[in-house]
C-alpha cells in the first residue's frame, strides 16, 4: 500500500488503459478521480464495488474534458473541496482508436487539430491544474501517456504518433521544469494493447491485431492490465529518483 492516502486523477480513466492504471493505483491505497467525459461516475461506482473489503480508498467520479481550460479548473477545484489536493495525476485521455487512419495528406485538418487539443494541450492543462497543489503538499507524480509508435516511426496515423511525439519532449521539459519542486514527470509509451477504444473500433485494426504480437519478444497480445505495473512503479516511492524517462511497455518491440 505504498501509496496509502495519496490523491490521483487519472484522466480518460473510464475505459482502457486509464481504467486498469486507476484500479491498480486504489489497490496500491490511493484516493482516485476519474476524471472523463464518458461513464465518469459509473466507473467509480463500479471500481469501488470491485476494492477489497476494508479498503480505505475511494473513487470519485467527474465528468471533465481536458481539452477545455474551464471543465479542467472546475474539475480540480472539486478535486480540492472534495480531498484538499492531489499528488498525482496520469495524463492518460487521448483520441486515438477513432483517428483516421491513412496517408498523411487525407488526414482532415479539423481531426489534427483535435488530435492535439485532446492529446497535447490537454495534457499540457491537466498539468499546470495540479501543480500549485502538487508545491503545496511538497511534491507529486505526473505520468503521460506516450506511445510506443514514436520510437518505431510508425505510419497512417501522422497527427496522433507527431500529438504522441510532443508527450515524450512535454514529459522532459516539464521534469527539468519541476525538478526543484519535487514534482516528478515521466512517461510511459504503451504498445498497440487491446483497450476498449481498440475493440471498439477493431475494423480499423485488423493488421495490427494481426501482427502486433508476433513483432514482440515476448509474443502476446498487450491487454490494459499489463501498463498498471508501470504506472505504479511510476507514481509511488520506487521511482522516487526517476524523472523526465519515457519507460516503453510492449514487450519487447520497441527499444527505446
Ligand atoms: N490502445 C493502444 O494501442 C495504445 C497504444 C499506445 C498508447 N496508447 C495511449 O494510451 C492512452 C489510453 O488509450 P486507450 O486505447 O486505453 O483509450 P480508450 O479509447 O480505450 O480510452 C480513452 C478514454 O479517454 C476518454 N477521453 C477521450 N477524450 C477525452 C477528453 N477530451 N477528456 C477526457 N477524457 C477523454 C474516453 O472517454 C475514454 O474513456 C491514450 O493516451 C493512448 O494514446 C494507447
Not at 14 to 30: C, P, Y
Not at 60 to 76: C, F, I, K, P, W
Request: charged share 20%; aromatic share 6%; glycine share 12%.
Amino acid at each position: 500500500m505504498e501509496l496509502l492516502g495519496k490523491v490521483a486523477i487519472v484522466t480518460g480513466g473510464a475505459s482502457g488503459i486509464g481504467r486498469a492504471i486507476a484500479a491498480e493505483l486504489a489497490r496500491a491505497g490511493a484516493h482516485i478521480v476519474i476524471a472523463d467525459v464518458t461513464r465518469a461516475e459509473e466507473t467509480a461506482a463500479e471500481l469501488t464495488a470491485a476494492l477489497p473489503d476494508g479498503t480505505s480508498s475511494r473513487v470519485l467520479g467527474r465528468h471533465a474534458d481536458v481539452s477545455s481550460e474551464h471543465s479542467v479548473e472546475e474539475m480540480m477545484g472539486e478535486v480540492r473541496r472534495h480531498f484538499g489536493g492531489v499528488d498525482i495525476l496520469v495524463n492518460n485521455a487521448a483520441l486515438f482508436a477513432e483517428t483516421t487512419g491513412g496517408p498523411f495528406e487525407t488526414i482532415p485538418l479539423d481531426e489534427w487539430r483535435r488530435v492535439f487539443e485532446v492529446n497535447v494541450l490537454g495534457t499540457y492543462l491537466c498539468s499546470r491544474a495540479v501543480t500549485g497543489s502538487m508545491r503545496e503538499r511538497g511534491g507529486g507524480a505526473i505520468v503521460n501517456l506516450a506511445s510506443g509508435t514514436v520510437f518505431k516511426g510508425v505510419p497512417w496515423r501522422l497527427h496522433y504518433v507527431t500529438s504522441k511525439g510532443a508527450i515524450v519532449a512535454f514529459t522532459r521539459s516539464l521534469a527539468s521544469e519541476l525538478g526543484p519542486d519535487n514534482i516528478r514527470v515521466n512517461a510511459i509509451a504503451p504498445g498497440f494493447t487491446m483497450s476498449d477504444g481498440v475493440l471498439a473500433n477493431a475494423d480499423e485494426f485488423t493488421d495490427s491485431i494481426r501482427r502486433s504480437a508476433s513483432s514482440r519478444s515476448l509474443a502476446r497480445d498487450e491487454v490494459p492490465a499489463d501498463l498498471a505495473g508501470a504506472a505504479r512503479f511510476l507514481c509511488g516511492p520506487g521511482a522516487g529518483f526517476v524523472t523526465g524517462q519515457t519507460l516503453v511497455v510492449d514487450g519487447g518491440s520497441a527499444f527505446h
